[in-house]
């Protein structure tokens, strides 16, 4: 198959940019690993529309519901449960669905495919019963789970505060909330002014935290947060004050802020940018949101956090840039002007500085003994000896310890590796590179590539 | 560890899936990875330590959700929607390319 624009990922900003090429006559194809379209945020939005879930999961789910329906309404070829795992010039975009693989060409490449929630190692985090706060919120979107037992929440950022109130909406407990946010700096309040253009945004923060306070479960200003069982996770234990505080724990879910998937931009060898603050690679894009390669595009969380209102505003602005790259005869800067996007990303945006500043990754070291590659089980201790023993490159490390080289191919250790290298030579973290990406994107079976039928050019 | 919303609210299940042999109600919207936290003994083993392991992204960035589904080894749960009559069964060792 053969369009002009290929979208990966069916999330706010792949679907904004499909429905504005469709609007403009270009041919597109978007693609997605999940079921249905909605992204992260819209996880299961139609089907959900009758369920008991869909009041609790609140306003800005319920948004998605129209966004869907201008998606179905555009007449856009879709294809659903498929992942894609290769993308090469020219350019060809390999995918697998139902066990089978293709592969798609395309004028041009928009990837919109999200974002993935930071992995933060500490002791214990790989039992059973540790998961991810993201996670728990996808199995209440997708099945209307609900974790059962004595509950805890810890992290920081607007995710667990949110998760936390749609549990409590539907009758789920929590049994206790360890923020690890820092205290806010002065220059987060700093931040303030700009925050009150989102009093909504603002004011939906204030509530969560003044809900959960009310509750009394609230525990700050901790350290050391360990989670220990034998083969299942039992209890957790931190320390605050000086004291060690241990509690009986039945599902711990952990959260410590967002960052890019950059793994389809890293294979392909796009320039990204090192964001300080945050703590991540972000590619590097135009103001139409292409990278360094000429027709890769990136919008929304991908190209940077933003949350769902700027991956809207940036997937129309980069249908726009694509319809301009494809020179169809459009004039994408009046288009542009005309529906006052730029007005509406700095809207949306207004929040996100106090964000950014508000919830800083945490920069504790990673003690010895505990596992940083989930998929090799390779500890913090063996991967400082090995960065010890070589240059400060990632690559080193990999070779030496497997760390990696797993099926996640580093999209859980990547990041700690990095930092790791960086603390052991005393180099600025962003000074130190990733791990080299190479396809394919995830493993694939010979049987998945054997059904691989001919290029059409 | 979880449960459905559904259970309560619902007479019936949505589905039946088979669970290491075990007959086990379903919910549509339901994935394989979150059978794997509903019922014992299902999650993945490494291939390292053989330690047990269980789903802890939910969102195709992790795979701790391996399992064997419908005799097809290595399948990311949290990507695979359970269907009626589905297959599950624990995923030992390392993910071979080229099964
Ligand atoms: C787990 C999680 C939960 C979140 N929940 C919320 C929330 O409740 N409220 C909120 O405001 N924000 C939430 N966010 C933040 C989120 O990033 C939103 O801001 C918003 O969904 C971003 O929109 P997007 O279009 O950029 O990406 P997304 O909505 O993430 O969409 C990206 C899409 O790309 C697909 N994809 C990625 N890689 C591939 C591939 N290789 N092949 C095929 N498809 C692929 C994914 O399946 C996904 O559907 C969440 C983020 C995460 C990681
Ligand atoms: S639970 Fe992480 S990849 Fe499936």
């Known amino acids: 198959m053969s369009y002009d624009v290929v979208v990966i990922g069916a999330g706010p900003a792949g679907m904004a940019a499909a429905v504005q090429l469709a609007k403009l006559g270009i041919s597109v194809c978007v693609v997605d690993e999940q079921p249905a379209p909605g992204g992260q945020i819209w996880r299961g939005v139609e089907r959900n529309a009758t369920s008991p879930v869909f009041k609790a999961l609140g306003e800005d789910y319920q948004k998605g519901s129209s966004a869907t329906a201008a998606f179905h309404a555009a007449g856009i070829d879709y294809q659903p449960a498929a992942q894609v795992w290769q993308i090469e010039d020219g350019w060809k975009v390999f995918l697998t669905a139902e066990g089978k693989s293709r592969c798609i060409t395309a004028k041009a490449i928009l990837l919109a495919n999200g974002a993935q929630e930071r992995p933060v190692p500490f002791a214990g985090w790989t039992l059973p019963g540790v998961m991810t706060v993201g996670a728990a919120q996808i199995l209440l979107k997708s099945g209307g789970m609900l974790p059962e037992g004595d509950v805890w929440i810890a992290g920081a950022g607007p995710l667990p505060l949110l998760y936390a109130t749609q549990l409590l909406e539907l009758g789920g407990k929590v049994a206790g909330y360890i923020d690890t946010s820092q205290k806010p700096s002065l220059k987060a309040l700093s931040h303030l002014p700009a925050a009150w253009r989102d009093f909504p945004g603002l004011m939906k923060g204030l509530r969560w935290i003044w809900k959960l306070r009310r509750s009394g479960k609230l525990v700050r200003n901790t350290r050391n947060l360990r989670a220990t069982g034998d083969g299942q996770l039992r209890q957790i234990e931190w320390e605050s004050n000086g004291k060690t505080r241990k509690r009986d724990v039945g599902v711990l879910l952990v959260h410590e802020g967002v960052v890019p998937r950059i793994h389809e931009t890293m294979a392909l060898g796009c320039d990204h940018d090192w964001n300080d603050q945050q703590k991540y690679f972000a590619p590097r894009v135009d103001q139409w949101g292409e990278t360094s390669r000429k027709g890769i595009f990136v919008a929304g969380d991908a190209g940077g956090i933003g949350g769902w209102k700027v991956a809207t505003v940036s997937g129309e602005i980069a249908g726009l840039g694509i319809a301009r790259f494809l020179n169809i005869g459009i004039d994408a800067e009046k288009l542009r002007r005309e529906a006052a996007l730029d007005d509406g990303r700095k809207r949306a945006m207004a929040l996100r500085p106090l964000l950014d500043a508000l919830y800083t990754p945490p920069q504790t070291p990673i003690a010895d003994d505990v596992v940083v590659c989930r998929c090799e089980e390779v500890t913090a201790g063996r991967i400082r000896e090995a960065a010890r023993a070589s240059a400060p490159d990632v690559g080193a490390v990999k070779a030496a310890t497997r760390c990696g080289m797993g099926p996640c191919q580093g999209r859980q250790c990547g990041y700690s590796v990095q930092a790791l290298v960086a603390e052991v030579n005393n180099l600025p973290v962003g000074d130190v590179r990733f791990f080299n990406i190479r396809p394919p994107l995830k493993p694939v079976t010979l049987g998945e590539i054997a059904t691989l039928q001919d290029v059409e050019a | ?99």
């Open chain 2, 1 to 99: 560890m979880f449960r459905s919303v559904m259970a309560g609210l619902k007479e019936q299940a949505d589905m039946t899936v088979y669970v290491n042999g075990v007959e086990t109600p379903a919910w549509d919207g339901e994935t394989v990875a979150s059978i794997l936290l509903r019922v014992p003994n299902v999650g993945r083993q490494t291939p390292v330590s053989g330690e047990t392991r269980l789903p802890y992204c939910q969102m195709g960035v992790c795979f701790e959700c391996l399992a064997v589904v419908d005799g097809v080894p290595s399948v990311q749960g949290c990507l695979m929607p359970l269907k009626d009559g589905m297959r599950i069964e624990r995923q030992r060792g390392r993910r071979e390319v080229g099964q």
